[in-house]
Structure formats: C-alpha cells, structure tokens
C-alpha cells in the first residue's frame, strides 16, 4: 500500500502518519512515503523517526537507511548518520544505482566533520575520509559536484598534483555543461577549478559572473565563499575573490531615546537628532553591505533602522514585548511624528520579532531580555555567514547604566572584547546649551497580580526531556526504569555545579529550570552524555534506551504551587519550551534561538550551536528556528 495523497504540511503529514503508524502490516515503502514527505517539509526530526522504525522492520532496505542517514544529517547529528551510512555503503557494490547518492552523502558528513573537528589528527582524517569518498563518486557518475569537492580535498591533502588533474577535468566537464550564466552553481565550480590549478584572473572572472547572477541570495553566496575561505590556506589569490565574494556585515544596535519633556538630565535633546543621523551616516558607509539587529525605541533605534533601510539593507527588529504596550512606553510618549516614524520603520523591516508576545506588565527586566537576543541573533547570523560583526552604539557614557538600557548592553558587548563603534552624546550635545529634558512616563502600567501580590516575571531556562521507547516498556521494566534511570538522573544533579532551581517528573517526562542558559547548557550535555555512555541492559532496560531534550529561554512567572506545595514555574514560554522535546532526534538536544541566542551572547566559548532551521513544533504550536546544541570540540 503507497500513500496516493502528497502531504501539503506537517500537520496533515502527522495526522496522517498516526492512522498508519499503529498498523502493524506496513510495507518499507510506507515508511519511505513519509519519511520523504517529512523531510521535504523540513522535518528530518519527525522524518527520522519515521524511517528509524522502518529500518527496524526492513533492515535491509537500503532506501530507508539512506534517508534516515540523511535526515539525520540534516538534524546535525553528523556522527550517527555517518555510522548508518557506512555500514550500508560496506554491503553494496558500484553497480547499485543508489550507490553514488550514498557515496556523496558519506563525503558531504566526512567534509563536515573535518570543518568542525578542533584536533588536528581528526581533521586529517576526515579530510582523507571524504576524499575516499567524493573520488570514489566522481569516478563512477562524472558528476562536476563530487568532482569539484575531491579536487579540494585533494588540495587540503596536500596532494596538488592530483587536486589539479581533477580540477582540469572538472572545468573541461563545466565548460561542456555551461550554457546559461544564471547557473550561478556551475559558475563557481568553474572559479573554484581555475584557482586550484592556479588560474587566478579565470577564477575571479568566473566568481565575478556568480556574483553578477546570483543576486541577492546570501545563504548561497556564503556557501560559495566558504569553499574559498577552506582554500585560503592553501592557495594564492584568493583575498581578492573573497572581497569580491562579499556578504553582508552584521550590526547589533543599541542607543538611547530622545528627551521627553520635563527630563531631569540632559541626555539625546532633540535638537541633536540630524547630528546624531549624520554619525550614524558616516559609520555605515565603510559597509558594502549591511545585515541590521535592533529595537525601535523612539530617538536613536528610529534613526539608526531609518539610515539601515534607506541603504537597502536588512532591518530585523526585535520588540521586548507586544507591540501596543512597546508603542504606549517606548515611542508615543515622544508624539505622534514618531509614532509615524516607528510605523513606518516596522512596515520596511525584514522581520520583527519579539521577546515575548505577552504584555509589559512592568517588567524592565524584557528590555535587557530583547537586548541581549539582538546580540545573540547578530552574532549567530555572522557566523552562518562567516561574517563580521560589530555593536553600534548612541550613547552617553557618563549617564547611569540602567539595566537593559544601552550602556549596559554595551558593557556586556566590550566585555567580551568585541568590536563596537560609539557614537559619544556627550560630544555632539557640547556645541549646544544645557536646555532640561524629562524622562519616561510608564503610567498606568498593568501588572500580573496573584493572591494580592504583584507577579513579575524573570529570565529563565526551561528543559524538557524524556525517555525515548518508554511506551515500549513493559509492565515489569517499570522498576527498573524509576529506580535505574531516575537515580542516574539524580546522579547528574549532584554532580553538576549548578544544579537546577526546579525538577519535576511525571511518567518519564522531566521539567526543569535553570536561573541561566550556561548552566542549562552544562546540565542539558552531561544529562545526554550520561544516557549514550550507560549500558542499560545491566540496569535491566533496552539497550537502546535514549532521550529527547529540548531547551527554551524566557520570561516565566514563578510562585508557589497550590498542589506540590512548593514554587513552580509557568506562562507561555514554559510551553514553548514543553514543544521543542517531543520534534527532537533521539539523542540530541534541540534548542530555541532565544537560547542559542543567549548562550552566544555570553561568550562562554564552551558550547556551539548548529543551525537547524525553522521547525514545526509540537501540537501545532506554530514553528520556531531550531539549533542543536552540543560541546565546542564536539562533532555529533
């Protein structure tokens, strides 16, 4: 029986999938439909799941295994999915049609793993692995793809004179395939062959021809200028092809507010508005290209995003909370040319995004909250870009550094020695007199009361984990998995150094909070290192026993439970945080940007997290952009 029916979204696809999945005839091909279908929705997550029960049934089925390789790939899970496919590419002959797809993957995982791996013995072996690999391809298919990448292994390798061979016969391969420019692909196959056989002016006029072609896509043109940047070591000429190759810098924002009437202090008066544009003017225009992360606050965010966006660059603006009660404390209170402004700014803007969607409430503590994800999104963006980024600040260094507010945002970027560019108030208001200005009027703010008493909300870090296969257990497992895999959980939370603030279980779930996203993080990998390293037949489970974990930052509520008679936590981010785990590969630990933003945004050099892409959540919780979070010197 194949599915007739083409899923159109993940929802139908899981709708579905359950009235298949408790059957107990499926055939392999079944499996395959959906698995397929999920991973062309951008669910590898779900997709794995699917086809790892397939392979279970079908072990032999070499279709199943070569997208659960690939969608475990695609969920950065490189080592597992390299496992799978090896030991599949072992039992199959060059004559299998399947056979090269397996042998491209298996070079793409090995090339992946040698751009993450820090010890320099495991690059080198990864290198020689996806060269194997990537050669083996090319020699069966002829295929540019596979080629152009076993040329630049070979290079890596130190092999030049075989780098160059392949790169001749890639470019004679091209040459015969290219017909139309705007096969910006085959373009900078050609640029990447020139240069490993050392024709640099060919190169650059072929990359010249990307870039005249490939618009304004700068996903693709990252990924062009990553092959450059892995041959940078190795060969000549390429600093001029990378500065051809440009992508966009990327600025995190950050500067005070206009003075409203009746300010206490002199800090932005109005009559500095165009000196401010001017500087901000000036400080762009070193940029070719500019990727934009800020509030829009009246006063200095306005202006700055204003500048941004008649520059044709990206605006991603992030709000603290929703926008109406932003609106009342952050840009009304100046007037209604303002409010036009910030209107008019937010209609422009290339995403606006919020720290939370709920209220104010008087809780200051969300505008250092969206501070810091403007930081963590502008570094994670650079970095998917391998781009640089800087913070530019409008700001008054002698003013008091108010939390959330623009010194202390600043403060925290140089304290992680970044580069920052400032534009000095205290300079600009010195050739005018100290006219008096008045401060922010947050009146008749509402607030979250309970039991008499005002709630507010705080930054935290929730993690939701379970035990993958425990519907499976048996009736007589069940000791074994309170007693067993509990009390190794239990193991973890001594050990750890900062332990959570909360746990809860239920069945095999687990709810935890964390004051931090760094201790979550600690908690989330030795939690997941503990599981893969325990052998669980001796503690009287399956041996591939397994967890989900799924992790959010935000602001919760916290007060005492009126049922476990101690402080629990709750509000909207405690379910977000509850719809990451369930859409997790088993294994893994999937985490929200907020997060990941946070943890960039720290400096902790300890964790990294891999992009994953916006991903469906659970229950039809809308979707969200997922990272995987594993160890700095860790590859899967």
């Excluded at 499926?26 to 698995?35: E, H, P, T």
């Amino acid at each position: 029986m194949m599915i007739t029916a083409h899923m159109n979204t993940i929802d139908e696809l899981i709708a579905s999938w359950h009235t298949h999945s408790n059957q107990t005839d499926l055939s392999a091909d079944i499996f395959l439909s959906f698995g397929v279908q999920a991973l062309e929705l951008g669910h590898p997550y779900l997709a794995y799941d699917i086809l790892k029960k397939g392979i279970l049934l079908y072990p032999d089925n070499k279709n199943l295994i070569y997208r659960g390789a690939l969608a475990l790939a695609r969920s950065g899970s490189l080592f597992t999915a390299n496992a799978l496919l090896i030991n599949l590419i072992n039992k199959l002959d060059e004559s299998d049609p399947i056979f090269p797809d397996l042998l491209s993957l298996a070079g793409r995982l090995a090339k992946d793993c040698w751009a993450k791996s820090k010890d320099v013995r495991k690059k080198n072996e990864f290198a020689r692995q996806s060269l194997h690999f990537y050669k083996k391809a090319f020699d069966i298919t002829n295929d540019y793809y596979p080629g152009i990448n076993a040329a630049t292994l070979s290079l890596i390798l130190n092999q030049n004179t075989e780098a160059g061979l392949i790169a001749k016969q890639i470019s004679e391969i091209c040459i015969k395939q290219h017909k139309t420019d705007q096969d910006y692909w085959l373009l900078a196959t050609l640029g990447e062959a020139a240069l490993i056989q050392g024709n640099y002016d060919e190169a650059i006029s072929w990359y010249r021809k990307v870039m005249d072609n490939i618009g304004n896509k700068t996903g693709d043109i990252s990924s062009i200028r990553r092959q450059v940047l892995y041959l940078n070591v190795y060969v000549k000429g390429c600093d001029k092809i990378l500065d051809l190759l440009q992508v966009p810098i990327v600025i995190a924002f950050s500067g005070h507010m206009v003075d409203l009437p009746n300010r206490s202090e002199t800090r932005f008066p109005v009559n500095l508005e165009k000196d401010v544009r001017e500087k901000i003017d000036v400080s762009l225009k070193q940029f070719h290209s500019i990727i934009a992360y800020s509030s829009a606050a009246c006063g200095s965010d306005i202006i700055f995003l204003e500048a941004i966006q008649e520059l044709k660059g990206q605006t991603h603006i992030v709000l603290p909370f929703v926008q109406q009660d932003f609106i009342d404390t952050s840009v009304s209170i100046a007037g209604n040319e303002w409010l036009k402004r910030f209107h008019t700014v937010i209609g422009k803007a290339t995403s606006v995004s919020y720290a939370t969607r709920e209220g104010y409430l008087g809780d200051d503590s969300l505008f250092a909250y969206a501070n810091d994800l403007i930081q963590g999104n502008s570094l994670l963006k650079a970095e998917q870009l391998n781009s640089h980024v800087i913070f530019l600040a409008v700001a008054d260094r002698a003013q008091k550094n108010d939390i959330g507010g623009t010194l202390h945002s600043l403060g925290l970027w140089e304290g992680q020695n970044r580069e920052s560019i400032v534009i000095d108030l205290s300079e600009l208001r010195s050739v005018f007199s100290d006219d008096q200005y008045l401060s922010d009027n947050q009146s008749n703010v509402k607030s979250m009361k309970y039991d008499g008493k005002v709630l507010s909300r705080q930054i935290k870090t929730m993690m939701f984990a379970d035990c993958v296969g425990f519907s499976r257990l048996g009736e007589e497992s069940a000791p074994s998995f309170f007693i067993n895999f509990l009390g190794q959980i239990s193991r973890v939370i001594d050990n750890v150094n900062i332990p959570p603030v909360f746990s809860n279980t239920w069945g095999d779930g687990l709810f935890m909070v964390f004051d931090d996203v760094l201790s979550a993080a600690e908690f989330a990998l030795c939690l997941r290192e503990m599981v893969i390293e325990t052998d669980w037949q001796q503690h009287g489970l399956p041996d591939d026993t397994n967890i989900r974990i799924g992790m959010h930052t935000g602001p919760v509520y916290t007060t005492k439970d009126p049922i476990i008679k101690r402080n629990n936590y709750f509000g909207t981010h405690v379910n977000l945080a509850a719809r990451i785990e369930p859409i997790t590969t088993p294994g893994a630990i999937f985490l929200t940007e907020q997060s990941a933003s946070m943890l960039t945004a720290s400096g902790n050099q300890d964790y990294a997290c891999d992009y994953l892409g916006l991903t469906e959540l659970a229950k039809k919780y809308g979707s969200d952009s997922l990272y995987r979070l594993r160890r700095f010197d860790s590859i899967d």
